[in-house]
């Protein structure tokens, strides 16, 4: 009978936190239920608040990157309202977990949209989420940035939608023609690239990049992007002889290089993907050495354009920033000069999508723009890892 | 060199097989001995790595005490597992415990998330890079010491379940619940060590596969629990020795499978492994009957 | 307290209704477009938990793999749509019986296993049909996955966004909510609660086992599979990442809490996964620690779920379990004489 009676209480107890969550949940709406960034300078000259929204993976799989979005913004938007706001406005962030979901992410997208004082969507981190989003702002006439969206198939979705990391049909034949075929001077090389649509576009450019310097591909090998054991693939392309060994991935790259290493085999490395972090280096540790790695800029304390941001992020984070934090902190400084330029003009959806579309922004990693249709146009540099610290073997625009 | 090729990916499928077959191991003496499946055993590898890495941080590249940390934390988390899980349970239907462990790998998971970080850490060189070479066949270092080390726990296991007297008091709660009660064995006591012999298995194993890739993440565990129970299949889930086995025939069908495709293919050879063998052999090739469904 | 509201509806049966429809039918008037995309995912998972309900509910067969009839459901939905040009409306069924198609093809070797063994052969498919998605890239866009499928147009109207679409997703829960009430209530139904409870005794009434566990899987997956033919066009992009077994895992927890082996279990499961996920969102991280303490929870204190089917095995039935208890009690006893 006690068990009974038990059991009731705690059905009724369950129901209860039920109607709770439902009362919780509709008094708040929208703009409840999440963390609102930045401390705003009082200012008696401020002209008042722009409202953005942040859409990313704060939990799951992903949260790594999605925690590292909400610390590069917030420190973009601390800095940009310290030294007076954009235009006068001060920045304000609000964010939202979207788990990486492509569902979740819409939802929130909607809600950011709904709200009227939300004026410019930051996120997310993931292609497929920012593709399920797409439609959305499309509709509601609201740009979404994207740190890290790398589909080609995402920024040509709508004129609302941009996307900050490289183009793969900018960067990847560079890296085949430029870096791989001139720079290293190598005439035959292995790819291994991740079963992304990321990796995958990314391959088919740098073949062809490869091909125009003469390159031979000698392997191109796929893999799943939760892949842990690379010991098979390294084999496949070991025993292709090829003098270099490129890999188009981001997060296994260290896991990779040292499984390359402990395989005994030392072939002349090359990567385009992960980003010249800290984070890479301490997790190859000596194996990085002799690297060879692209990037827009790299982001540790010795270097003195990206000391100051790695700082404020290891105060937050705890850990190094990579090159998708950084890309997170561009987008803010992008929309922070996109307000400066319409001036005396309202800032509305409309004017921050248009003045976006021709904002150029010259920070800690070289020039960022937009093509025509919204995707990031990044510089880059050649960078070698030489006494486990990056070093630029060639600056900006090598041809 | 097509044969230098295929020996180095026989050597790779045999490493991770080890590797795989110290986890089915684990799995085997839980379903067996506690009666009850798991879906949590890729947290406890996790619970393991994560201490080990600790210790190596704390005290310096020492194998021993890197066992020994990863084998006592994952025991413990073996007795919580047990008490929230199976205790209770032990004369329920079987689904009720299942969706327990469900529950507590999420538990784990997102709690590794938050205390541990969510980015990967380095696990780097706690064992030297040297390559050994016996005629055309070349093992690293590494991967001599998880054979090795797989060697040694099995075969100790080996030892205890058929020599010592806890150990037959094992097989036998694993054989016959009923009629090990009424021979005056502890079942409840004997079922939870069980348990925890399965979970500290995982937790060294977790070890040793941080050890081998060189990085941990709170994610790692999440498929190494299917491709346990994949293993396990070829024993019936309770065989010990059956799922060892299992083990190194999965990392080997994997390995080769991906040297003949490619190795966004590695799932499907496993998962397609896992079908046949619940299609054609469900109970394994275990050979007595009463073994536990 | 279950009494009490059932004995309030059984007297008042038509009066309720007429409010809950009208309720449900204005509903895009009276909450605001962000708010209805909670309630269309809510909507979706009712249909995807109701398909999981009848396998896992009322004929007690473990199911870990819904997501994969989801993934068919969806893809062959986008390929018809976008590859052969079918009309939306025409493409629904096909989709949804090739799901069933799957799902017979799923139950065949899960005929003779129970429990995990089972539950794992659901696994293997769901897994395997999203690997095929993933790498099938001539037929499903491989990892750049299916963009560009609009949403239909009704009578004229055009259905995007979720205000619109909102009446699509609730036809379709209405109709499974209809079909499934007939289907429970007939002798299939009946056929396969036997086979829940106990097979064994099933079996020697003369249920052929086999042929309803079939038409039990086909039954949930064809759901499923409906599910996700309606989801591609509300979402317009569809990859193979939406399919993963984590999705699979989280509509089974909104069963578990909401309730097996009734009809309102999944409608009751969904709306209190959603609405915690909404309302916990300021816990952040730990916001899923919760959930899955939620499930463990629900687990020792009501295995059914919220509004499960009490009184069946999905509750935890001792019946004959008791052997190793009796033998103990014996062992103490004769300890005593001795």
């Not at chain 2, 839980?30 to 009666?35: A, D, L, N, Q, Y």
């Not at chain 3, 986008?78 to 139950?107: E, H, Q």
Request: net charge neutral; glycine share 10%; aromatic share 10%.
């Amino acid at each position: 009978m006690k068990k009974n009676f038990v059991k009731k209480v705690t059905a009724v107890l369950l129901a209860g936190t039920m109607v709770a969550s439902l009362v919780a949940c509709g008094s708040t709406s929208e703009s409840g239920n999440s963390a609102t960034e930045t401390t705003a300078v009082v200012d008696g000259t401020s002209k008042g608040t722009i409202k953005l929204g942040l859409v990313a993976p704060l939990t799951g799989v992903h949260a790594e990157y999605g925690q590292g979005f909400q610390a590069a913004t917030k420190i973009a938007a601390d800095e940009i309202n310290a030294a007076g706001g954009a235009n006068g406005y001060q920045l304000e962030i609000e964010v939202k977990d979207s788990a990486a979901d492509p569902k979740t992410s819409a939802d929130i997208v909607t809600q950011f949209c709904e709200d009227k004082d939300i004026k410019a969507i930051i996120g997310d981190f993931t292609s497929s989420a920012c593709m399920a989003d797409a439609p959305i702002v499309d509709q509601y006439q609201t740009v979404l940035l994207s740190p890290t969206a790398s589909n080609p198939d995402y920024a040509p979705m709508s004129e609302y939608c941009f996307s900050v990391m490289y183009n793969q049909s900018n960067m990847a034949p560079w890296v085949g023609k430029s870096v791989i075929g001139k720079y290293m001077g190598v005439k035959s090389v292995a790819v291994m690239y991740l079963n992304t649509d990321w990796g995958i576009s990314t391959n088919e450019y740098l073949l062809k990049g490869l091909e125009e310097a003469g390159v031979e591909v000698l392997a191109d090998e796929t893999y799943e992007e939760n892949e842990t054991d690379f010991s098979s693939v390294i084999a496949k392309l070991k025993a292709s002889n090829a003098e270099a060994v490129c890999i188009l991935d981001q997060g296994n790259v260290p896991t990779i290089i040292n499984q390359i290493k402990s395989s005994g085999w030392n072939p002349l490395l090359v990567t385009q993907g992960p980003g010249a972090s800290q984070q890479l280096l301490n997790l190859c540790g000596e194996n990085a050495e002799d690297l060879i790695i692209t990037d827009s800029s790299y982001i540790t304390e010795d270097n003195p354009a990206t000391k100051d941001f790695y700082q404020k992020f290891y105060a937050i984070n705890q850990c190094a920033p990579t090159d998708h934090s950084l890309c997170a902190y561009n987008t803010v400084q992008m929309l922070a000069k996109a307000i400066v330029s319409i001036g005396d003009g309202e800032v509305t959806r409309e004017s921050i999508k248009d003045a976006l579309k021709t904002t150029s922004y010259d920070g800690m990693a070289g020039t960022v723009q937009f093509d025509e249709n919204g995707g990031g146009v990044r510089q880059f540099l050649i960078l070698g890892v030489e006494d486990g610290k990056y070093v630029v073997k060639e600056d900006y625009g090598f041809e | 060199m097509l044969s230098q090729y295929i020996i180095s990916q026989v050597v790779n499928g045999l490493c991770q097989g080890f590797i795989y077959a110290l986890i089915a191991l684990g799995f085997a003496v839980i379903v067996g001995i506690v009666g009850l499946a798991t879906f949590t055993h890729g947290e406890i590898i996790m619970i393991g790595a994560y201490a080990s890495y600790y210790i190596f941080l704390a005290c310096g590249h020492n194998l021993i005490l890197g066992l020994l940390a990863s084998f006592s934390a994952s025991w413990i988390v073996g007795i919580i597992i047990y008490k929230l899980c199976y205790e209770r349970f032990l004369e329920a239907p079987e689904h009720i415990s299942l969706i327990c462990t469900i529950g507590f790998s999420m538990l784990l998971k997102n709690l590794a998330q938050i205390v541990f970080g969510a980015e990967k850490k380095p696990m780097l060189n706690v064992i030297e890079n040297q390559i050994y070479k016996f005629g055309p066949v070349e093992i690293s270092k590494v991967q001599f010491v998880i054979m090795g080390t797989v060697i040694v726990l099995s075969t100790t296991m080996m030892i205890i379940f058929n020599k010592t007297k806890w150990g037959i008091a094992l097989r036998s709660v694993s054989q016959n619940r009923e009629a090990a009660a009424l021979v005056g064995i502890n079942v409840k006591q004997t079922s939870m060590i069980g348990n925890c012999i399965g979970c500290a298995m995982a937790g060294v194993a977790g070890m040793l596969i941080g050890i081998y890739y060189q990085s941990i993440s709170p994610t790692m565990g999440a498929t190494l629990s299917m491709k346990a129970f994949s293993a396990a299949t070829l024993g019936g889930l309770t065989s010990v020795p059956l799922s060892s086995l299992g083990g190194v025939v999965l990392g080997l069908i994997e390995n080769l499978g991906i040297s003949i495709s490619t190795a966004s293919f590695r799932d499907v050879f496993s998962f397609g492994f896992l079908i046949i063998m619940l299609i054609f052999k469900p109970t394994g090739f275990v050979k007595r009957k009463g073994a536990r469904p | 307290m279950m009494d009490k509201l059932k004995g309030f509806y059984v007297k008042n049966k038509i009066p309720v209704w007429v409010v809950l429809m009208v309720l449900l039918v204005t509903m895009p008037l009276y909450v605001s477009a962000g708010n209805m995309r909670i309630v269309c995912r809510i909507m979706l998972y009712i249909i995807l938990a109701g398909g999981l309900n009848v396998i896992s509910g009322y004929c007690g067969q473990l199911c870990f793999g819904i997501a994969g009839f989801y993934c068919v459901g969806s893809y062959v939905q986008a390929i018809l749509m976008k590859t052969y040009n079918v009309s939306y409306w025409l493409a629904l069924l096909p989709s949804g019986i090739v799901a069933a198609l799957i799902g017979a093809v799923v139950a065949l070797p899960a005929l003779r296993m129970k429990g995990i063994f089972l539950g794992m052969i659901t696994i293997g498919f769901s897994e395997l049909m999203r690997l095929i998605a993933l790498n099938w890239t001539p037929v499903t866009g491989g990892a750049m996955g299916f963009k560009g499928i609009m949403a239909p147009t009704f009578f004229g109207i055009k259905m995007g966004g979720a205000s619109k679409y909102y009446y699509i997703f609730l036809f379709v829960v209405i109709a499974y909510m209809f079909c499934t009430n007939r289907v429970i209530k007939s002798r299939v139904g009946r056929a396969w609660m036997s086979i829940r409870e106990d097979e064994l005794a099933a079996r020697s009434l003369g249920v052929d086992a086999k042929k309803y566990k079939i038409l039990n899987f086909m039954y949930g997956s064809f759901w499923a599979g409906i599910a996700g033919a309606i989801f591609v066009a509300y979402s317009t992009y569809v990859d193979s990442t939406y399919f993963t077994l984590d999705e699979g895992f989280n509509v089974l927890g909104m069963l578990i809490i909401g309730g097996q082996g009734t009809l309102v279990g999944p409608i009751v499961g969904s709306f209190v996964a959603q609405v915690l996920t909404e309302s916990l969102r300021f816990i952040n991280v730990w916001r899923y620690v919760v959930y899955a303490a939620l499930i463990i929870l629900m687990m020792w204190v009501r295995p059914q779920g919220l509004i499960g089917a009490s009184g069946s095995i999905l509750a935890g039935s001792k019946a004959g379990k008791k052997k190793t208890k009796k033998a103990e009690k014996i062992v103490k006893s004769e300890g005593k004489e001795a």
